[in-house]
């Protein structure tokens, strides 16, 4: 089944994904109602635990009760309503602009800092990229463009191949970023169209996945990402530490050695974004340190993420020591 296939093909109620797993529906931790509506791939379901609601993967993108708390968090934690230079464009760092190339996931994770960002008035149109390559080209400042979403994968590759080959024309550019979890839960995205358009690009294009648990990375997949790698694909995970998913040394430990075997690097272990709505998943501060410093003795240095923490207006990641 192709990508596009597999994408239409995902379960989007719970009752259908809960009778696949063979899990009870009345469990009284489900909610049912809420409007951050549940997107799961069949991929990414096959790799969760059969008769278990305690799956680290299932636990990323069931809706539970503790959703519906209004205490604590805020809808916009990185205040990137700040950021926002036109439409579906926004400068948080310097050199680089990071685009909602689209607003769509194949997933919906209930965590996500972006689940209450208003991607209907960042649709990106053709306009809206002519506008993206013209503030690109004027600003030599600007060396580094991140594809963002919502999932830019989530475009056709056609259209990818034009964006690419646009961003190549400017000649100060020296990295193309795309941010994805969608190879990760729907792996047939890794055609070898786009393997193609990666390897023609003459700026270095460097792909970000989300990878939180190590469960995510079942053996067909590291042996695809490590095939990519070997004809020069650059990848790197960041992580978000989530109670109940991924917060103890011995899963932090499999997660980044797994990625390892799948040829990806270690980048950033992420402090949960207090978004509302989300609050169960956060691991306070203190914890993450115990874990991090934890994780620094079995280790070697080359597979340790930061531990990383966005703050608005802070000019980089700040470092959680
Ligand atoms: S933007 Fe990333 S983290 Fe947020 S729902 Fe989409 S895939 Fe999940």
Known sequence: MSWQQELQNIFKTIPELLAY????????????????????????????????????????????????????????????????????????????????ASGHCAIHCRYCFRRHFPYDEHRFSTKDWTILFERLKADRSLNEVILSGGDPLTLPDNRLETIIHQLNTIDHLEIIRIHSRLPIVIPSRLTSELQ?????????????????????????????????????????NQAVLLKGVNDTVTV??????????????????????????AQHFKVNKDQGL?????????????????????IPFAGSKVPIV
């Not at 951050?36 to 069931?62: E, H, T, W």
């Not at 990666?198 to 460097?206: A, F, G, Q």
């Open 21 to 100: 797993l063979e899990i009870s529906q009345d469990h009284p931790s489900i909610f049912y109602d809420s409007s951050f509506p549940i997107k799961v791939p069949r991929s990414f379901a096959n790799r969760m635990l059969k008769g278990n609601i305690d799956c680290p993967l299932l636990k990323q993108v069931l809706p539970v009760q503790s959703e519906l708390s209004e205490e604590g968090g805020v809808y916009d934690p990185l205040m990137e309503d700040e950021f926002i230079e036109d439409r579906g464009i926004l400068q948080k760092f310097q050199h680089r602009l990071l685009v909602i």
């Open 196 to 236: 193609s358009i990666i390897r023609k690009s003459k700026i270095p294009v460097v792909i970000v996945f989300h990878i939180n648990h190590p469960q995510e990375l079942d053996a067909s997949l590291i042996k695809t990402l490590k095939d990519w790698q070997q004809v020069g694909c650059v990848f790197f």
């Open 252 to 277: 932090q430990e499999n997660l980044w050695r797994t990625c390892f075997k799948a040829g990806i690097q270690a980048y950033y272990l992420h402090q949960f974004d207090d978004v509302k709505n």
């Open 290 to 310: 115990e874990i991090i410093t934890e994780l620094r003795k079995r280790l070697p240095g080359f597979m340790m993420p930061s531990y990383v923490q966005e």
